[in-house]
């Protein structure tokens, strides 16, 4: 009988014995209180070995002390969940105190005048000067990229996810495997060598060339996903009402991803625009304002924060021009996320009545 | 308006797996057409042969001749868009455009068409609603997304979608699958008023519902797993449910089979 092998229990077995809410808080700070004491104790300096052991005496207390209390089962669930905490607070730690240097060091001298006005003959040395040509290189550079690369990125997706079949969409796919992995300075090298067979100065353009094809095939690939994830059955509605294919993409399958579509192309601007390799080879870089992109060396932001740095011998006016300026990238990058994450809400599929 | 279709020696694949062989049939205009038969039989795919909607599914191919009156739907030249406009369907599960409203989904055949007159586009909304027994329910809302209704309005809501283009033929792949006896007796309702002015051909699982809409029914049975399908016969409703010609009918509709 199958009966037999359930142990017979008296009532109220369904509630078993449960750890108050608030152990979890009681572990963690017992488990930080132990590891500084052992820190202490040990003679450990680095602050980094006291948070790893706190990590590990955490996890093993929360597990040691859910068995002796829950049992086994749920030990095992409380560890998972421990172990989530941990490696999210480890990932979060490195963000929060990269913010938190970039914010504390660059407002020293952010301010209107630094945003609004270029470093034109201020000496690497001497206080002053501003950021306002290379956000304004960036802005072309990056935007001019994104011309290109965006509707190229989208329309080779749609073809993939739509009409691919065959040879000729896995000889596409592949290339786009190929060109996710080239690195940022070979993109360079590429559009320099051609520059050089040409005979031609650096220019911003070039570096916008350079930055698309970074930027092509992450549009590809995430465009793909959310293409995928269109139901078939909505192609198939839009079909059966004798709707041609292309204007079931273009008012079915498009305006369903769209906000998808828009924050993979958000995100893969955030990531060019810190791209510092090519531009580096092929825009040179540029103290004093130039708004044209394809004639002339423009400055931008991340090579700015590179050449500031790498003049400033860790201290003094550049260095902490630097600084500002990469707040000023980060906040920059920030913003295309929020604005992504703005576009996703509001573009999605909407389901409430 | 409604028009007789006339197969004659339809076979269908997958790649090159046959899943329907040699389909012969008639289907009546202003009737009422169920096909019944067990799972993996070929319904669905035989239901997409007639409006070439089988093609779209990727390695379909269709051999054989589909009339629609005269006009072979498979025929050099056939465009298989209008094929479609003219031959309408209705889906197993409701598929609503989620970024559109009620009314958007109504209009929508119309609109992506773009045959239409901006006049005339609030009238044909209406009376499409009012067709598929769904306007009472949403005329305060119909600017409100499409998916925001039930299962069985977003099916109406579909219905209501497919004759808003008017065609001559409505096909049903299961459409009171998913439904309440309520929703689903609406809709049964709906397609007796519909025959009036369509050709409605309809798959289903439910032999109450054949017996109950249909004025010709049609079954379909496999061999075997890996057979293709065929048509086994095709009778007025009565005779299938009371005295069907063949005996593998007789006891599929009593439950005797195997
Ligand atoms: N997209 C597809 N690709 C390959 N084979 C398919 C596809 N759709 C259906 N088939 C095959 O075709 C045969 C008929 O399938 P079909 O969906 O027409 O059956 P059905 O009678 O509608 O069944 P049900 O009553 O379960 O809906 C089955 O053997 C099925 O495996
Ligand atoms: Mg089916």
Not at chain 1, 6 to 28: E, Q
Not at chain 2, 62 to 67: A, S, T, W, Y
Request: proline fraction near 5%; charged fraction near 15%.
């Amino acid at each position: 009988m199958s009966t037999a092998t359930i142990t017979p229990k008296g009532p109220g077995t369904l509630r078993g014995a449960r750890l108050p809410k608030w152990s979890p808080y009681a572990i963690a700070a017992g488990s930080i209180a132990l590891a500084v004491g052992i820190g202490l104790a040990g003679g450990l300096h680095s602050r980094v070995q006291w948070g790893l052991i706190a990590a590990i005496l955490y996890v093993v207390g929360t597990y040691a002390i859910a068995t002796a209390v829950e049992g086994k089962r749920q030990a095992k669930d409380r560890i998972a969940t421990s172990l989530v905490w941990v490696a999210f607070l480890l990932a979060v730690i490195p963000l929060a105190s990269l913010v938190w240097s970039t914010v504390a060091r660059g407002l020293k001298v952010l301010d209107v005048y630094f945003l609004t006005h270029s470093m034109g003959v201020v000496a690497d040395t001497e206080p002053g000067g501003g950021i306002y040509h290379a956000i304004l290189g960036t802005l072309e550079q990056v935007g001019l990229a994104t011309v290109i690369a965006a509707p190229i990125g989208v329309l080779t997706a749609i073809y993939l996810v739509e009409y691919g079949r065959g040879r000729l969409s896995q000889a596409i796919t592949f290339f786009v495997d190929v060109m996710t992995g080239i690195p940022s300075i070979v993109a360079g090298l590429f559009i320099l060598s051609l520059m050089l067979m040409f005979d031609m100065q650096p220019f911003g353009f070039a570096g916008s060339l350079a930055l698309a094809i970074l930027m092509m095939p992450v549009v590809v690939r995430s465009t793909e996903e959310m293409l995928k994830l269109v139901p078939n059955e909505l192609r198939e509605a839009s079909l059966a009402l004798g709707v041609p294919k292309w204007r079931t993409i273009l008012k079915v399958v498009l305006p369903t991803s769209i906000g998808g579509i828009t924050t993979g192309i958000m995100l893969s601007i955030a990531r060019i625009t810190g791209e510092t390799a090519p531009v580096l080879l092929l825009v040179w870089g540029n103290a004093f304002i130039n708004a044209n992109p394809f004639e002339g060396a423009q400055a931008s932001l991340p090579l700015y924060i590179y050449q500031q740095y790498a003049n400033s011998a860790g201290s003094g006016a550049a260095y902490d021009r630097a600084w500002a300026a990469s707040l000023t990238l980060i906040a920059f990058v920030m913003l295309l996320n929020l604005v992504a994450r703005g576009i996703a809400r509001w573009k999605a599929p909407k389901t409430g009545r | 308006m409604a028009k007789r279709i006339d197969v004659s020696g339809l076979t269908a694949y997958y790649g090159s797996h046959k899943a329907i062989e040699d389909i012969s049939m008639t289907v009546e205009p202003r009737s009422v057409t169920a096909f019944i038969g067990p799972s993996g039989c070929g319904k669905s795919t035989f239901l997409r042969t007639l409006n070439r909607m089988h093609e779209v599914t990727s390695g379909g191919r269709v051999e054989g001749k589909v009339l629609l009156d005269d006009e072979d739907l498979y025929g050099a030249g056939i465009d298989p868009v209008s094929v479609r406009r003219e031959v309408g369907m209705v889906f197993q599960r409701p598929n609503p455009f989620p970024t559109m409203s009620i009314f958007d989904n109504v209009a929508a055949g119309l609109r992506l068409n773009g045959n239409y007159k901006k006049s005339e586009l609030s009238d044909i909304v209406e009376r499409s609603l009012k067709g598929a027994n769904l306007w009472n329910e949403v005329k305060d809302r119909l600017n409100k997304p499409g998916s925001g209704l039930s299962g069985g309005q977003q099916q109406r809501l579909c219905i209501a979608r497919a004759i808003a283009v008017e065609p001559n033929v409505l096909l049903m792949d299961e459409p009171c699958s998913a439904l309440d006896p309520i929703s689903t007796l609406a809709i049964e309702d709906l397609i007796g008023e519909l025959k009036e002015r369509f050709t409605i051909v309809i798959v289903t699982h439910n032999m109450q519902q054949a017996a109950r809409v249909s004025d010709r029914t049609a079954f379909f049975n496999l061999a075997a797993v890996g057979q293709p399908g065929k048509l086994v016969e095709i009778d007025d409703t009565e005779r299938i449910f009371s005295n069907p010609s063949v005996q593998a009918t007789e006891d599929y509709i009593s439950g005797r089979f195997g």
